[in-house]
Each structure stands twice: as C-alpha cells, then as structure tokens.
C-alpha cells in the first residue's frame, strides 16, 4: 500500500514494517491519517474495496456517528465494481484516535453489512415461497 497521490503522507501514517496503518472488513480497506501537522483536526478517512449497496450511506452515518464532520468527498467507483472513497473530515468535535475512528468503522460497517446481508436473504426466502 503506498500513500495516495495528491496528499502528503507524515511519519504517522507508516506503520513499523513501511506500509500505511489500515484497517478492513468485508473485502474493505480503511485509512485514517492526519492531513496537516499544523492542524491537529484535519484527517482523511479513504475507505477502498468492494462496493455493495448502500456502502456510501453507511460510511457517511458512521462518521456522523462518530461527530466527524465531512468537509469535502470525492466518491470513485470503477467499472469492476471497486471503490476508492476519500473524505477530508473535521475531528474538532470528536475524542476518537485515528485507530478508534478506524474500528469504529469497521464495527458499523461490519454491522450494516450482515443486517443488510440477512434482510437480502429473507426477502430471496420469501420470493421462493411465493412463487
């Protein structure tokens, strides 16, 4: 994993063994890095992976969730199905580490990810029972 371009990366966002600290669930990356040394509230939250219905909703509730507000987005999603989303966020109003932003992340999407899974099988259960 190398730093995404357009973005300059501090001494913080290297792990121990060289590569950027990320965290995942379900086929999804996420990195939370500081953006500015000379502003201690700016970070970028990049979420990248596999794209499934109602992904964006769902990592923009959690931010929210989190009091991280979303100052700017920019929202890609290749052809294959794979996304790369970027948000600049404002922490002023939020306690959370880098670290605890990521797992909380992972916790809603994880979350959201298995409601959504379970609700899709139900109704495919309730479709053959129709039928």
Not at 18 to 35: P, T
Not at 57 to 71: C, G, P, Q, Y
Not at 75 to 93: M, N, P, W
Request: net charge negative; charged share 35%; hydrophobic share 30%.
């Amino acid at each position: 994993n190398q730093p995404r371009r357009g973005r300059k990366s501090s001494a913080s966002d290297w792990s121990h063994d060289g590569s950027l600290d990320s965290a995942g669930v379900d086929g999804i990356e996420i990195f939370v890095n500081k953006m500015e040394e000379d502003n201690d509230n700016k970070y970028a939250v990049n979420v990248n992976g596999r794209d499934r219905n109602g992904l964006l909703h769902d990592i923009t509730s959690a931010l929210r969730s989190m009091d991280l507000e979303i100052k700017t987005a920019v929202i890609k999603t290749d052809v294959s199905g794979l996304v790369s989303d970027s948000f600049e966020v404002d922490k002023s109003y939020c306690a959370l580490s880098p670290k605890e932003i990521e797992q909380g992340l992972i916790s809603r999407l994880s979350k959201e990810f298995e409601v959504k899974r379970k609700r899709t099988l139900d109704e495919g259960d309730k479709r053959k029972r129709e039928v």
